[in-house]
């Protein structure tokens, strides 16, 4: 279902807009307004996610840097052995 709704567009993003239209980009100016809020929505719920995987790993056990290392360099001679390298 589509709803209509009056925006303002700077010269510049109306003209942009136009523009993507005319190369074949997108069928309509809606369309390109359409696709800009698709994206913005993503990128927050994006954004969402990594602010929620980070305040979780906050809250865990944190590996220093040589421990990684360490842990690292393990799994990587065990792989190495389980497949006779």
């Given amino acids: 279902m589509s709803v209509k ?3 303002s567009l700077t010269e510049a ?3 942009y807009a136009r523009e993507l239209v005319a190369q074949g980009r997108f069928s309509s100016l809606s369309a ?5 809020l698709e994206l913005l929505r993503d990128q927050s719920q994006t954004t ?3 602010r929620e995987l980070l305040a979780e790993r906050r809250q865990g056990a944190f590996t220093s840097a040589p421990e990684a ?3 690292t360099a393990e799994m990587i001679a065990r792989k190495r052995a389980e497949r006779g390298l």
């Fill in 69 to 71: 290392e360490t842990r």
């Fill in 48 to 50: 969402d996610a990594l």
């Fill in 32 to 36: 390109v307004v359409q696709q800009g």
């Fill in 5 to 7: 709704a009056s925006i």
């Fill in 13 to 15: 993003q109306d003209a």
